[in-house]
């Protein structure tokens, strides 16, 4: 039973554009959404997160928006760069530290020149 | 700076065989979480723990157990490994410290081949 649902699985988005990734998850009582990076051969590394009491958090370039009432989160990554290819995971969790992220399956971004 | 590694990058192993993959963090954190990632179906929790000798089941713990005996290393065990559980496996730790939400580190991950 998946809890977060991600989308799309792959992004091909041109040097300089708009990347924008989306999850929506169903349990309410998620109130921790963070943003991790993969690149190949490593592991993945906290990019951003967000709490509900905010509906965006920007760091640089990275943005994530949230919508508490439709249940959904997404993650822009502005100017986006051939260093931005990478594997993006969305997760949620509840905010104590020893209750478990629940991972989406993840989206492969490509930047092509 | 954080530093969670794991005991083999490659890992080549028979069906059957015992398997042990360790996982070392520096940085005194209490969490230690086990999870297996394929390709479309993103990271999936096997087991965590939050202390040393304790250990809860994640979502896929059939096949696998666990061992923390330190607070710094947490061993995953296949006792008698099959070839679905051919996967990458990632270690993470992070802290646990009145009640709030530390950031997950993960290690580099074993990538294991059984055959």
């Known amino acids: 039973q998946q809890q977060v649902k991600q989308s799309p699985q792959s992004l091909i988005v041109q040097k300089g554009g708009i990347s924008i990734i989306n999850c929506a998850y169903e349990n309410t009582a998620f109130d921790y959404f963070p943003w991790y990076q993969q690149f190949p051969g490593k592991g993945p590394a906290l990019l951003i997160a967000?709490?509900?009491?905010?509906s965006e958090k920007k760091e640089g370039r990275f943005t994530i928006s949230f919508n508490k009432s439709a249940k959904q989160f997404s993650l822009h990554i502005m100017d986006s760069q051939p260093g931005d290819s990478a594997t993006y995971f969305c997760a949620a969790s509840g905010y104590a530290g020893n209750t478990p992220l629940v991972f989406g399956k993840g989206t492969r971004l490509s930047v092509i020149a | 700076d954080v530093k969670v590694t794991q005991s083999s990058r490659y890992l080549v192993k028979r069906t059957g065989e015992k398997v042990f993959l360790e996982c070392v963090q520096d940085?005194?954190?209490?969490?230690m979480f086990w999870y297996r990632q394929d390709p479309g179906l993103g990271l999936r929790l096997i087991y965590f723990?939050?202390?040393?000798?304790?250990?809860e089941k994640g979502d896929i713990p059939e096949g696998y157990s666990v061992s923390r005996e330190k607070k710094e290393r947490f061993s995953l065990i296949l006792e008698s490994a099959s070839t679905n559980q051919t996967s990458m496996y990632l270690c993470?730790?992070?802290?646990?410290?009145?009640?709030?939400?530390?950031?997950?580190?993960f290690g580099p991950g074993t990538r294991l081949t059984v055959t």
């Open positions: 967000i709490r509900p009491d905010v």
């Open positions: 723990s939050y202390d040393v000798k304790m250990k």
């Open positions: 940085m005194d954190h209490e969490n």
């Open positions: 993470a730790s992070s802290l646990s410290r009145g009640g709030r939400r530390y950031e997950q580190y």
